[in-house]
């Protein structure tokens, strides 16, 4: 079976400063990585996904994540953020059957 | 190509009673997963359905339930409400089932409040 630890449940960071949300997962398998985002109110939305190939992984709106074999990780970084990254982020793991979350961290990004 | 739907948005019930759920998928996607996310709990993996079968299930009482119709479209339902099932459930549909070549869309969620 797979799991997922999201290792803060919370993160505050000031407008245009890095930040780094930690992803660390356990399985007996391969599996695949991601992150999704939830705005409030708002469904889950697919920020970046890791299948195979390069380990490091980009999304559109300057979110990156890097994924670690030894150390089983994936964080996620960015290295400016924006008011507007606001929202709750998930990482999740899958194998070819089920996905797992974790539980969450919600980012808040202070003026 | 329109998104997941979900109705109703919004439900209150008072506990022992029983709800209804409903979920349309992304035209074209046959599976269709539930979700039930809780503060601290995370999303916790309820069923998923592909073209009208129970694939996989989570670990959940027998109080819930779903079931998929030839369009896709899905349900669950929730019989004999208890304070602890308020949460927010989230519907996910892609083409093929789980995995990561299917990539999963969801849907904004009814949230469900128990009395």
């Known amino acids: 079976a797979q799991s997922v630890t999201q290792l803060d449940s919370q993160v505050p960071v000031f407008e245009e400063a890095p930040v780094e949300l930690r992803c660390n997962y356990s399985?007996?398998?391969?599996?695949?990585l991601f992150w999704y985002v939830q705005y409030p109110n708002q469904g889950l939305q697919l920020l970046l996904k890791?299948?195979?190939?390069?380990?490091l992984v980009e999304s559109i709106n300057g979110f990156e994540a890097e994924f670690n074999k030894s150390q089983t990780s994936f964080h996620l970084r960015k290295p400016s953020v924006h008011i507007s990254d606001t929202a709750e982020y998930f990482c999740a793991v899958s194998s070819t059957v089920q996905f797992y979350f974790g539980t969450g961290t919600s980012l808040t990004v202070i003026p | 190509k329109a998104g997941v739907t979900q109705t109703p948005r919004y439900l209150i019930k008072t506990r022992g009673q029983q709800v209804t759920l409903s979920c349309s998928p992304i035209?074209?996607?046959?599976?269709v997963s539930w979700y039930q996310q809780t503060p601290g709990q995370g999303l916790q993996f309820l069923f998923e359905?592909?073209?009208?079968?129970?694939?996989n299930k989570g670990n959940f009482p027998g109080r819930f339930s779903g079931r998929q119709f030839s369009n896709s479209r899905s349900e669950m339902n929730v019989s004999t409400l208890e304070l602890g099932d308020s949460a927010l459930y989230l519907c996910?549909?892609?083409?093929?089932?789980?995995?990561?070549?299917?990539?999963?869309?969801f849907g904004p969620g009814t949230r469900l409040t128990v009395l």
């Open positions: 359905y592909f073209s009208e079968t129970q694939r």
């Open positions: 996910a549909s892609s083409l093929d089932g789980q995995g990561a070549y299917n990539e999963q869309f």
């Open positions: 890791y299948l195979s190939g390069s380990t």
């Open positions: 399985s007996s398998v391969s599996v695949y």
């Open positions: 035209s074209g996607h046959r599976s």
